[in-house]
């Protein structure tokens, strides 16, 4: 409680009366002090509710969770209109979901790998973790002595419609989460008619290029979930030939595996760096037929290519029904 002094400039018979006159409102003031006391006990009740995570813990998870972390697992929160109270980076910070910030952007970073100390300095009061991965060892019980820690999926990489409907269901919101979705496969019933009728029946492959080195996309995995599975677009063999045994969302590639590429259109993640720009210059990459056909799109590092969920795979979307059927 914070109290105000005043000063008052009084004799004695004014003080007299003012005592006299107050008697009453002491009575009632401290009436109304211990009301409101009793109602602040009731509005800091927290309300839990007993939910089972995917890897079977039993997890008291606040009803009204106020301050959350949920690294890497913020498309699915920024869907359902909520904003965590850290953001999932790399490298200090310096590299985020780019395509969140307009919502995430005052919103402090936390490292990846969610060091304890680091997740502490937050005082969350439920963290929800992508995977069992994460919490593997001791870990699981290391941070739910933090706070309640619920974990969204068995696998390393879980299918991001299940992720959602779970998140919606730890914050009550399944009806919003399952809303979500519905609007999304809408606009990919949608896409998938505006291609057919443009370009009809195409491959396509992603192609990330950072470092001077290159990485294609898995088959059903991030953009390529999307490209392959969402928009029934053709899968080249060289795609399927990686992704048979590849568990990454992107797998390096050779430039002279990339010359063997049968896609009619590449989609290319540029990051931009000098060893990127080189490569891209190389006399080999010229060759590939996709390239030679001019059939390349080139996005940006900050597109939403990389990550997957809702939000990044609708503007997946809308970057490949632009970049096919302008």
């Known amino acids: 409680m914070i109290l105000k002094t005043k000063k008052w400039g009084l004799t004695c018979a004014s003080v007299l009366a003012f005592m006299l006159m107050g008697c009453g409102n002491i009575e009632t003031n401290n009436a109304s002090q211990d009301n409101s006391k009793s109602e602040n006990k009731i509005d800091n009740v927290i309300e839990i509710r007993t939910l089972t995570d995917a890897i079977g813990n039993k997890v008291e998870v606040p009803t009204h969770p106020k301050r959350v972390i949920a690294s890497y697992l913020e498309d699915h929160l920024v869907a359902l209109g909520i904003t965590p109270v850290a ?37 969350p009061d439920l963290i929800i973790m992508d995977s069992a991965a994460m919490v593997e060892g001791d870990k699981y019980a290391q941070y739910s002595k933090i706070a309640p820690t619920y974990v969204i999926g068995a696998e390393v990489n879980n299918n ?20 979500v979705l519905d609007d999304y496969n809408a606009k990919v019933r949608e896409a998938k008619q505006q291609i057919q009728q443009k370009v009809g029946n195409i491959s396509v492959a992603a192609i990330w290029v950072v470092g001077g080195k290159f990485f294609i996309v898995s088959q059903n995995l991030s953009s390529g979930d999307v490209m392959y599975n969402d928009l029934g677009l053709a899968v080249p063999s060289v ?9 990454a969302n992107w797998n390096e590639i050779s430039l002279e595996k990339l ?34 056909a001019g059939n390349v799109h080139t996005l940006p ?26």
């Open 301 to 326: 590092k900050d597109s939403s290519w990389l990550y997957t969920g809702a939000i990044a795979n609708t503007k997946i979307v809308d970057d490949i029904v632009n970049a096919l059927t302008k």
């Open 239 to 247: 795609v399927q030939e990686i992704s048979a045994n590849a568990t």
């Open 259 to 292: 010359v063997t590429l049968d896609a009619d259109y590449l989609f290319i993640i540029d990051s931009g760096d000098d060893a990127s720009v080189k490569a891209l210059s190389e006399k080999l990459w010229r060759t590939i037929p996709a390239v030679q």
């Open 160 to 179: 991001w419609r299940d992720e959602l409907l779970r998140v919606g269901e730890v914050f009550e919101k399944k009806e919003k989460a399952q809303q």
């Open 87 to 123: 953001q999932w980076s790399v490298r200090d910070g310096a590299s985020v979901q780019d395509y969140l910030q307009d919502t995430l952007k005052d919103v402090p970073t936390i490292p990846f790998d969610l060091p304890f100390e680091a997740v502490q300095s937050f005082t």
